[in-house]
């Protein structure tokens, strides 16, 4: 019968190599638990039969290393659980299995010196690493973070390694991933076939295929990329077609900072800090025209998202090639990227030949993307190099208990991602992606119970979005059913946009935020996307927003611009869509054919299946397609980036804004600055100047917006203004509305550590449903019957996301719908 003992060690143990002593003789006798350092020593959880406890305790007296002093041992029987395996367990690890492990870096600079150099036994070794770098989340399979339970565990460390893991003055002492040639992973070259390629030089064989124009896949560190020479127009174009991606950007990985610079304007120090930071984003830097690289890469957008190499395998194989190269994530155009050797088959029909290897990735993590705007990184996509890194959520006043929850939130449908908090740590997830197709929701599955497993965690609140539609929606429902206690939060998307920017600057409110988004469920059954919102904790007041616009066909306006057009024309000179005034109409019904014209001028007169909207990514997505720009888009808001890219800076004016304080809140009338811009190009101006005055007055209607909320109210000390939703994406808008606010005597808070974009949807979340908990014990706002999502389970209080003054005027609750199919699908 094993038994199982609780040992505390007291004197000189700490800083000694205490712990892989304890360790080591754990192994030699036999022993499962763990060692780990303590407030008073060093404490030991030994389990094994009878004689094998006793051996042990004895030696650690006896054998102890030679700068270690062992005054006391203390021993209490503990029940046994059963383990298999004994462990070292982080300093820095509470038993409260706080998330220990760190986000993957990218080789640090002693670790290159060892790859570059040829006298160093790690010579061009793909997978050396170190206590400073390598990879972590994406090798761990459970928690403590240690060897066995990473994917390094089929790989026993060689005598050398082990030294080296062994000795507290070595840089891989306890470095759970180190390896070497002799003991660790290897990489091959596949053909598409499978067969291997008989070569000694896998890497150099996969560059030479590369610089022939052929396309490889490569297993890199949290998926399979798809790779070709950036500089081969074929070879993109070849890659574009075999993935079914016909135009959105691809990212670049380049050899070193001097090709980056051949290929793009550096214009701030974050951004040259972004790209060489360990976290090793993809970097959105201007393209130069005359970049050396394919025109397919990044056409029509102004930005070329670059990087640097982020894994030793990486470095060799750009090194060889000596150009840079597109790196895209390995999956079908839609699905997520693809991580499980078992799962490759699916790329042998886009690529020529694929260089894997065999340490399994644990965890799928797609490349990081950020963008300098207004001085700072903001994240479009926060993922591999930050997660699972936390981000703190603002200190609430909590109820008497001091409620501190675990907090899931799901996230929302688009860009996705889920966030797991407790009190106030938060751990938004790495990207899943766009909930469209069964593998993304199933990815969705498999990463929130890798979290719960990894932390040990049982949610006490599951906080989601509003819609009653989304995936998302759905699986916080299988969530509710599997943990019964509970309770449940829906919070208005747009709520969640601007609680997350409030929350990450460690503010609780009240403050001010912008949503400018594409779209999200609003309370009043709308589709919100152009609002100023009163964020105060749990919950939210709308103070303005863009005029409702009847949208014709709904949803369908995301992949057709012109839909948005014809509505925005329509709203702003009337019927016959300015017919006599300007060519906007026929040149509309030119670009996209008769019968679509007239079928869209159809819906409109009849108001049949025009769901209202307040978005001003659908704004802007008129405003491209007006200016000729993009009537058709392959990827939701290809067109707004393009308008982007087409605004000239030098461009001088700017459009009229009209703001009616007519109804209960001020309402922006978007039509003045559109017919203002149709006037601007009768009379002849050109795109890149039109397109520079819109977005100057959207900034103006930002600006004049808060204004006009701040006029109306008493509390003058509202002078924050958090910018969130998708459209502050935008540089050349986020640089002027910031600016502006400034100029206005509002501080602008911009999205630093989470997207702006609904990649920041769980993380608001969490914040909007973490401050609610905390203020159970105040009367709920706007507390009413009926709210079937959010009732009582468990025993608990019932939990909304908060109370919002609706477009009626009247108070209302922002809950949880389950009558399917009354709200419009908005995405
Ligand atoms: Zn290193
Ligand atoms: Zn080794
Ligand atoms: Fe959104």
Redesign the pocket.
């Known amino acids: 019968m094993p038994e199982r003992r609780a040992i505390t060690v007291s004197g000189v143990v700490q800083g000694v190599g205490f712990r892989p002593f304890v360790y080591r003789l754990a192994s030699e006798t036999g022993l499962a638990g763990h060692v780990q350092n303590g407030a008073d020593g060093v404490r030991i959880e030994g389990e094994g039969e009878q004689e094998e406890l006793d051996a042990f305790l004895t030696a650690l007296r006896g054998r102890a290393p030679p700068l270690a002093r062992v005054d006391a041992v203390e021993v209490e029987p503990l029940p046994p659980r059963g383990e298999e395996e004994f462990w070292i367990r982080d300093s820095g690890c509470s038993p409260e299995r706080d998330l220990c492990v760190p986000p993957d870096t990218a ?2 600079p ?2 290159l010196e060892e790859l570059w150099d040829p006298g160093d036994r790690r010579h061009r070794y793909p997978f050396l ?2 206590t ?3 990879p972590r989340f994406t090798i761990v399979r459970g928690l403590p973070y240690d060897r066995p339970r990473t994917s390094m565990a089929g790989f026993p460390l060689c005598s050398a390694c082990r030294e080296e893991y062994e000795d507290p003055g070595d ?1 891989r002492f306890h470095a759970q991933p180190t390896a070497c040639p002799d003991c660790g992973p290897r990489p091959w070259l596949e053909e598409a076939t499978g067969e291997t390629v008989e070569t000694a030089d896998p890497i150099g064989d996969a560059a030479a295929a590369l610089r022939d124009g052929r396309l490889l896949g490569v297993k890199g560190r949290g998926g399979y990329h798809i790779a070709c020479d950036a500089l081969d127009p074929d070879a993109v174009s070849r890659l574009r077609r075999r993935k079914g991606r016909p135009a959105r950007p691809l990212a670049v990985m380049a050899p070193d900072g001097e090709w980056i610079r051949s290929m793009c304007r550096i214009r701030e120090e974050a951004e040259r800090e972004a790209l060489a930071s360990p976290r090793r984003p993809i970097v959105l830097l201007q393209a130069r025209a005359d970049a050396p690289v394919a025109d397919g890469v990044a056409p029509g957008v102004g930005d070329l998202g670059v990087m640097l190499p982020y894994t030793p395998l990486h470095h060799l194989l750009v090194e060889a090639v000596g150009a840079p190269l597109v790196l895209t994530s390995g999956n079908d155009s839609g699905e997520p990227i693809v991580y499980r050797d078992d799962a490759r088959d699916r790329l042998r029909e886009i690529v020529d030949l694929l260089l894997v290897h065999d340490r399994a990735i644990e965890t799928r993590c797609d490349d990081s993307v950020v963008r300098v705007m207004a001085g700072g990184a903001t994240p479009i996509r926060r993922s591999r190099g930050w997660v699972p890194e936390p981000v703190d959520l603002p200190e609430v006043p909590s109820a008497a208990g001091g409620a501190r929850p675990t907090v899931l939130a799901v996230g929302g449908h688009l860009k996705n991602t889920f966030c797991l908090s407790r009190g106030r740590t938060a751990y938004p997830s790495q990207h899943v992606g766009d909930l469209e197709s069964p593998d993304t929701f199933r990815a969705l599955r498999e990463g929130v119970d890798h979290f719960l497993e990894l932390f040990g965690s049982v949610p006490d609140v599951i906080a989601r979005d509003a819609h009653p539609d989304y995936l998302s929606t759905r699986l916080a429902r299988e969530l509710a059913d599997r943990f019964p206690d509970a309770a449940s939060v829906a919070v208005q998307h747009h709520h969640a946009h601007v609680a997350g920017c409030v929350a990450e600057h460690g503010r609780r409110g009240p403050v001010l935020g912008l949503a400018f988004d594409g779209t999200g469920y609003g309370p009043d059954d709308r589709i919100w996307g152009g609002e100023l919102l009163l964020c105060d904790g749990p919950s939210f007041e709308r103070l303005g927003h863009l005029r409702y616009t009847p949208l014709p066909g709904g949803e369908a306006a995301i992949r057709e611009p012109w839909r948005s057009a014809a509505a925005h024309l329509r709203a702003a000179c009337g019927p016959d869509l300015g017919a006599g005034r300007f060519d906007a109409a026929q040149r509309l019904e030119k670009a996209v054919g008769v019968e679509r014209w007239k079928g869209v001028r159809e819906l409109m007169r009849r108001d049949v299946n025009c769901p209202r909207s307040s978005s001003v990514g659908r704004l802007f997505d008129a405003a491209a397609s007006l200016l000729g720009l993009r009537h058709d888009a392959e990827f939701q808001a290809q067109a707004a980036m393009e308008l982007e890219a087409a605004a000239d800076p030098d461009a001088v004016g700017r459009y009229p804004v009209e703001i009616s304080d007519g109804g209960d809140v001020p309402v922006w009338d978007p039509s003045p600055t559109l017919v203002a811009l149709l006037q601007d190009r009768r009379s002849g101006a050109d795109v890149a100047s039109a397109a520079a005055r819109f977005h100057r007055a959207v900034a103006e209607a930002a600006v004049e917006l808060c204004r006009r909320a701040l006029g109306a109210r008493s509390d003058a000390d509202l002078d924050a203004v958090a910018l969130s939703g998708g459209v502050f994406q935008n540089r050349f808008l986020t640089r002027r509305t910031a600016r502006d606010l400034e100029a206005a005597g509002f501080e602008p808070l911009l999205h630093r550590r989470v997207p702006p974009n609904d990649g920041g949807l769980s993380y608001g979340q969490a914040a909007v449903a973490a401050a609610r908990f905390a203020s159970e014990s105040r009367p709920a706002k706007g507390d009413e019957p009926g709210a079937s999502d959010a009732t009582d389970r468990g025993g608990r209080r019932p939990v909304e996301g908060g109370s919002v003054a609706a477009a009626d005027g009247k108070d209302g609750v922002c809950r949880g719908r389950t009558d399917e199919g009354r709200g419009q699908q908005c995405v």
């Open positions: 080789p640090c002693a670790c690493s170190c400073r770098c390598g840089r």
